[in-house]
């Protein structure tokens, strides 16, 4: 199982910035999709979920968008508005549970991808 993320970059406050998690070797439509972030000297937290519905967490609703292409094994995270605040590295990650996923427990990690946002 691989998950491969992309899209990171440095952008400044109040840009828009979409990530993409590339999966392999795994029955992409059969699996809750998600994205977490670990600012320095944070610990890592939930961002968003997706399977048969959408959750997010409250410091990105209204400014983040979790969608998938079943088609292209592919989860994106569309981010609005981004804040100094969202600067973080951010992981996908896979589980047959979209509820193991925001608790924070899932099966499948990426390798990360770097969002720095200036003010």
């Known amino acids: 199982v691989q998950l491969v993320e992309s899209g990171g970059g440095l952008v400044r406050a109040g840009d828009s910035l979409r990530l993409s998690c590339a999966a392999s070797?795994?029955?992409?439509?059969?699996?809750?999709m998600g994205w977490f972030r670990q600012a320095p000297g944070k610990e890592r937290e939930f961002v968003a979920a997706q399977w048969d519905y959408a959750d997010y967490a409250d410091s990105v609703k209204g400014r983040f968008a979790i969608f998938r292409d079943n088609a292209k094994n592919t989860v994106y995270l569309q981010m609005n508005s981004l804040k100094p605040e969202d600067t973080a590295v951010y992981y996908c990650?896979?589980?047959?549970?979209?509820?193991?996923?925001?608790?924070?427990?899932?099966?499948?990690w990426g390798q990360g991808t770097q969002v720095t946002v200036s003010s």
């Open positions: 070797g795994l029955t992409f439509r059969r699996l809750a």
């Open positions: 990650a896979a589980d047959s549970s979209i509820v193991d996923i925001t608790s924070g427990r899932p099966d499948y």
